[in-house]
């Protein structure tokens, strides 16, 4: 069974600093995309950001500048490094990846989700 297990996610002062990490782990063939997602309370899931086994990213507009994805493909694993943290960047953080499992056809999978929360 493949799961993605997140970490790193917590309170944080206006213009500060988190890093998230979120590791695959299971019987794992491949992972294509993996990516983060952000879910503010009353508000519609969001990405945040996304990087591709070649490291190509793609960042939501209110992020560029402040957060940087990248993975380490010899650890399954996808970080989110968040700088310059606004109030807004607050809400529940989840890590997404494609994944091909062995002997299965490759779809998509979740994290549990980590909440941020930005605040004085």
């Known amino acids: 069974q493949v799961q993605l297990v997140e970490s790193g996610g917590g309170l944080v002062q206006p213009g500060g600093s988190l890093r998230l990490s979120c590791a695959a782990s299971g019987s794992i063939r491949s992972i294509l995309v993996m990516g983060w997602y952000r879910q503010a309370p009353g508000k519609q899931r969001e990405l945040v950001a996304a990087?591709?086994?070649?490291?190509?990213?793609n960042y939501a507009d209110s992020v560029k500048g402040r957060f940087t994805i990248s993975r380490d493909n010899s650890k399954n694993t996808v970080y989110l490094q968040m700088n310059s943290l606004k109030p807004e960047d607050t809400g529940v953080y989840y890590c997404n990846a494609d994944i091909t499992p062995i002997g299965w056809a490759r779809r998509p999978y979740w994290g549990q989700g980590t909440q941020v929360t930005v605040s004085s």
């Open positions: 990087i591709n086994s070649g490291s190509s990213t």
